[in-house]
């Protein structure tokens, strides 16, 4: 491939009617240029997918997070913001989730214990349960309250545009659930559509 790109650039440099210098001077910018979008291509497929692979939602998950916190006290962002990540567990939910859908799609694991003794849990679980109701759209999978909500569109460096949707449910003592991030647009009756096969695919390694 790239025997077949400085051939071409050094043919169509010299149809330009460039001497041999002149030649090798406009392949190699040209082929500095190419290397240059190459580059700024994976920094920004290194953005979009994030930090998938630790366990830690990405910087454009918890910013997401941050924004509906701050829009509403009791949605289901502000419950989350309370909560912290078991980080060893979401790693098992993101593998279990790597290849559910496709190449075009990445999933953020949310998994966080809700603590407390008796009287605090059943708080924090109504607290968690009337959050989750309160999303756009709720369906019964399994027996299990799954909520969903579409997030902002992102242009990650500028090069990818995307749509996001926060899926979450409570189980026990335990939220757990996803962001889904895709480079194509997806309705959400597809997301919905997708959602039993992919709430047991997280359930299989709980």
């Not at 920094?43 to 998950?61: D, I, P, T, V």
């Not at 949605?75 to 790693?91: R, S, T």
Request: glycine share 10%; aromatic share 6%.
């Amino acid at each position: 491939m790239r025997s077949r790109l400085w051939t071409w650039l050094l043919v169509g440099a010299g149809l330009c009617g460039c001497d041999g210098s002149e030649s090798r001077t406009r392949a190699a910018e040209m082929a500095e240029m190419a290397g240059s979008r190459t580059a700024e291509a994976a920094r920004a497929a290194r953005a979009w997918a994030g930090q998938l692979n630790l366990g830690e939602l990405s910087e454009a998950a918890r910013g997401w997070l941050r924004q509906g916190a701050s829009a509403s006290s009791s949605g289901i962002e502000a419950v989350l913001a309370k909560g912290e990540q078991v980080v060893p567990v979401a790693v098992e939910i993101g593998r279990a989730l790597g290849g559910a859908v496709d190449t075009s799609t990445q999933f953020e694991p949310i998994y966080q214990e809700v603590p407390g003794g008796s009287t605090e849990l059943a708080v924090r679980r109504a607290e968690a349960d009337a959050a989750i109701q309160d999303m756009p759209r709720v369906e019964l999978i399994d027996g299990l309250s799954v909520g969903f909500k579409q997030l902002s569109s992102l242009d990650a460096g500028r090069s990818t545009s995307e749509s996001a949707y926060l899926v979450m449910w409570r189980q026990h003592d335990r939220l757990i659930g996803f962001v889904f991030r895709s480079r194509r647009d997806v309705a959400l009756t597809e997301l919905v559509r997708e959602a039993p096969r992919l709430v047991a695919l997280v359930r299989s390694v709980l």
